[in-house]
């Protein structure tokens, strides 16, 4: 089946791979055949596929499969060396409840995280180590971003995960018991005293600057990573994962 440049499917494509959102539908476009993949096998529903003239149809079955010209579909590709495939998913809606329900919770809180692959990592990460969810704080990048998406390689399809204001996220937690603990080279308490058996939610700063007095104010510890002190700090998706390795050595 062939459709326009500028038929709506297109339109809204372009649209929410340039603002890092859903489609109007609720839609999620992923690029590449190994994450529209990932999608399926995670049991996400597929519903229109795009394929360059040429390539050859992924083995899924969507509501509908568009051929595109090599000029139209270069309009909506987002990277630079395509692959020639790109879907659109209907990716599911998390709530607090997938987040923070499981006990003992093992949670990933990003304050204003800019970098996409950051998050992305941070997400496959905290499926790999057996977090139970991650929270996007305002000011963090879209979990519907496409370089999230890329960098996730596919645990954005499974993770629970959901965006919330500061307080609001401190507040639920609060409520379920769970403990705030956020990072810092300064921090007094080494990740491998703090007993990761019991309900955590781990409170990753911005990359430029760190945990806010705000956010601070919220932590029960704050916690560091030993490293030689040559280095200043670890990148935010490192730190993370080697919290997130300790926490599941621990639990182990």
Same mark, same amino acid.
């Given at each position: @089946?062939?459709?326009?440049?500028?038929?709506?499917?297109?339109?809204?494509?372009?649209?929410?791979?340039?603002?890092?959102?859903?489609?109007?539908?609720?839609?999620? !476009?992923?690029?590449? !055949?190994?994450?529209?993949?990932?999608?399926?096998?995670?049991?996400?529903? =597929?519903?229109?596929?795009?394929?360059?003239?040429?390539?050859?149809?992924?083995? +899924?079955?969507?509501?509908?499969?568009?051929?595109? !010209?090599?000029?139209?579909?270069?309009?909506?590709?987002?990277?630079?060396?395509?692959?020639?495939?790109?879907? /659109?998913?209907?990716?599911?809606?998390?709530?607090?409840?997938? +987040?923070?329900?499981?006990?003992?919770?093992?949670? @990933?809180?990003?304050?204003?995280?800019?970098? !996409?692959?950051?998050?992305?990592?941070?997400?496959?990460?905290?499926?790999?180590?057996?977090?139970?969810?991650?929270?996007?704080?305002?000011?963090?990048?879209?979990?519907?971003? $496409?370089?999230?998406?890329?960098?996730?390689?596919?645990?954005?399809?499974?993770?629970?995960?959901?965006? @919330?204001?500061?307080?609001?996220? @401190?507040?639920?937690?609060?409520?379920?018991?769970?403990?705030? +603990?956020?990072?810092?080279?300064?921090?007094?308490?080494?990740?491998?005293?703090?007993?990761? &058996?019991?309900? /955590?939610?781990?409170?990753?700063?911005?990359?430029?600057?760190?945990?806010? $007095?705000?956010?601070?104010?919220?932590? &029960?510890?704050?916690?560091?990573?030993?490293?030689?002190?040559?280095?200043? $700090?670890?990148? $935010?998706?490192?730190?993370?994962? =080697?919290?997130?390795?300790?926490?599941?050595?621990?639990?182990?």
């Amino acid at each position: @089946m062939e459709i326009g440049k500028n038929s709506r499917k297109l339109v809204e494509i372009r649209k929410a791979m340039r603002h890092g959102a859903l489609t109007s539908d609720g839609l999620l !476009p992923v690029e590449g !055949p190994t994450l529209l993949a990932e999608a399926a096998r995670s049991g996400v529903e =597929v519903v229109d596929v795009f394929v360059r003239k040429g390539v050859s149809i992924p083995g +899924v079955q969507p509501d509908a499969i568009y051929e595109l !010209p090599a000029a139209v579909f270069k309009s909506i590709q987002n990277t630079e060396h395509s692959q020639g495939v790109i879907a /659109t998913v209907r990716p599911r809606e998390f709530t607090l409840g997938d +987040v923070a329900s499981c006990s003992p919770a093992l949670l @990933m809180i990003l304050g204003r995280l800019q970098d !996409p692959g950051n998050v992305g990592t941070i997400l496959r990460a905290s499926e790999s180590f057996g977090a139970t969810g991650c929270v996007a704080l305002r000011g963090t990048v879209s979990f519907h971003n $496409s370089k999230v998406i890329r960098s996730s390689a596919g645990s954005v399809f499974r993770l629970p995960h959901i965006s @919330m204001e500061l307080g609001e996220a @401190m507040r639920a937690l609060r409520s379920r018991g769970i403990a705030v +603990v956020g990072t810092a080279p300064t921090g007094t308490t080494a990740i491998g005293e703090w007993d990761w &058996d019991k309900s /955590t939610a781990v409170l990753i700063g911005n990359e430029g600057s760190g945990l806010n $007095s705000e956010e601070l104010a919220y932590c &029960d510890a704050l916690l560091r990573i030993p490293h030689k002190a040559t280095v200043e $700090s670890l990148n $935010s998706a490192i730190a993370a994962a =080697v919290i997130l390795y300790e926490a599941s050595k621990q639990r182990q």
